[in-house]
């Protein structure tokens, strides 16, 4: 069984199905196109970050960069947002409108 085998078969399941709903008037053309559309799109998304990740932990040293990077970003913006909290509090014209 080789790709263009297996793409024919999954090709000719996709098509049933369309085919099926239409006759069954469950959806319109334009709207299982969507749907295609929009879960190929998450498909490939999700294999485009799996590599990501799999190449950043492939390197031990490359790992612990990316945790540390991240773990300065996410102190960093919890600090912001105990600031702007903080300056809410303190801010003079509260619930005044212009």
Known sequence: M???????????????MIIIMQLGGIMEVKQIG??????????LALKFINAIIS???SDFLLGLGTLLLLAGVAM???KFIKENQDDAK???FRGIDK
């Open 2 to 16: 080789g790709k263009d085998s297996l793409f024919g078969t999954i090709f000719n399941q996709v098509y049933s």
């Open 34 to 43: 969507m749907y295609l559309i929009i879960a190929g799109a998450v498909i």
């Open 55 to 57: 190449f950043i932990l």
């Open 76 to 78: 960093l913006a919890m």
């Open 90 to 92: 303190d801010e003079p």
